[in-house]
């Protein structure tokens, strides 16, 4: 007797696990699916982001390189100041070790901690570009009204403020983590024959168009599972922090925070002559780090003993792979080298984070894997929405035309038992 079959000879129906799989999948999709829609293809537009504007800015962000050398950092630093003004001080930098990129300095300060979107938390959030060579401010832009910051901090928090947003989005990425465990379910066939193996992992393009729908939806949604999965779970790790907790201690097998080695500036100390310590800091992390592709300095506020921090990048887009340096602010004295290898596996995983998030870490065809994938995420409500709209409509029509039929058959059995009483008289 065939597993489909009952003793009576009639099919069996779904059990009960196959109907709440099918359940749960339906109705947590149409719940989140507008959230999962909107993340995915933000997703997908930012991956490319750094191509985009190296593309579109480009008069901006790369300059004509000479034989001479770059300006001191001090002075550009105060030619960006310069040009975005006294009331939005400079806290952090980017310089590249490629000749012909122009440097970049970051202001910013929060808004109103309560204010229910991005643009109210955000007070001025602005970035300069300075020619290395001849000081010359190239522009300054207004990044709270920049294309990719906004679709960054949409696919972050739907530009609400973080502590509505981010618990809205978070949310809909685990519910779309379930919805690709159930959909893996419901995809898998019952017997991996040749027809069951075309249908799983093939397209009908010859097909009707709700054919081609279920398709896309089914098979799709398969082939883009593994990256999706990735994808959204590297994305819970900054929406909660018990998921980032759980991957840290999963990864590194240890509950203890990891723990660094504590540095301050002697604010006694006597500063350089004529040499300002910020100079004196990166021409060491220069000549250190010759093969670095970019620097990252953050600025500190002028009187504490917070120390000069800087973070020498291995890779042209990547932040994971980074040396972090710390130097005193009044000599510009380097005290403190962390590397990689002092990081725990915990510590690293959460630093790869964000690369894995983008597929950077995987170079171009991480990035690509990355587009493809969230393009066919962002697809997926829109097919499965389609799929359930189909079918409901298909329900509606059967259950109209079966009415019709019994409205025949009846009026049918009325006229024969009419005939059959006038015989009878």
Request: with cysteine; proline share 4%; net charge positive.
């Amino acid at each position: 007797m065939g597993n489909n079959t009952q003793a009576n000879g009639k099919k069996k129906g779904p059990s009960w696990r196959k109907k709440l799989n099918g359940w749960l999948h339906l109705w947590l999709g149409l719940a989140s699916g507008i959230i999962v829609f909107i993340v995915a293809l933000t997703g997908c537009i930012f991956v490319f982001q750094k191509e985009i504007n190296e593309w579109v800015h480009h008069d901006i962000m790369f300059v004509t390189p000479t034989q001479q050398p770059t300006l001191p950092l001090t002075i550009l630093q105060e030619k960006a100041q310069t040009a975005l003004g006294k009331e939005f001080p400079v806290l952090s930098t980017f310089t590249y070790r490629q000749p012909d990129r122009a440097w970049e300095f970051i202001t910013y300060k929060d808004g109103d901690e309560n204010a229910l979107t991005l643009f109210g938390t955000t007070a001025y959030y602005k970035m300069a570009y300075v020619n290395p060579y001849t000081g010359q401010v190239t522009a300054v832009r207004d990044m709270k009204k920049d294309f990719f910051v906004i679709v960054k901090y949409l696919h972050w928090s739907l530009l609400l403020n973080d502590k509505y947003g981010q618990p809205i989005v978070g949310w809909s990425t685990f519910i779309f983590v379930i919805l690709l465990i159930t959909g893996l379910i419901l995809w898998w066939p019952k017997k991996w024959s040749k027809k069951a193996r075309e249908q799983s992992f093939k397209i009908k393009w010859s097909g009707n168009f709700k054919r081609v729908n279920y398709d896309l939806h089914n098979v799709l949604g398969f082939y883009a599972m593994v990256v999706a999965l990735v994808i959204a779970l590297t994305g819970m790790v900054w929406a909660f922090k018990w998921f980032q907790t759980t991957v840290y201690v999963v990864a590194s097998r240890s509950v203890t925070p990891p723990k660094h080695k504590e540095v301050t500036s002697d604010t006694l100390a006597l500063p350089p002559a004529n040499v300002k310590p910020l100079d004196i800091a990166y021409a060491t992390a220069v000549k250190q780090f010759p093969k670095a592709k970019r620097i990252g300095v953050r600025e500190t506020p002028a009187a504490n003993t917070a120390t000069i921090r800087m973070f020498v990048y291995w890779g042209k887009e990547t932040y994971y792979d980074y040396d972090a340096l710390q130097f005193d602010k009044t000599t510009g004295k380097l005290l403190l080298h962390e590397t990689a290898k002092d990081k725990n596996a915990g510590e690293k995983l959460i630093g790869m984070n964000y690369d894995i998030h983008v597929g950077a870490i995987a170079g171009l065809p991480g990035k690509i894997l990355a587009f493809f994938a969230s393009l066919i995420c962002a697809s997926l409500p829109v097919t499965g929405f389609l799929v359930w709209w189909n079918k409901g409509r298909k329900e509606k029509k059967d259950n109209r035309h079966n009415k019709q039929h019994h409205k025949k058959v009846h009026h049918a059995q009325t006229e024969q038992k009419m005939v059959a009483d006038a015989a009878g008289h």
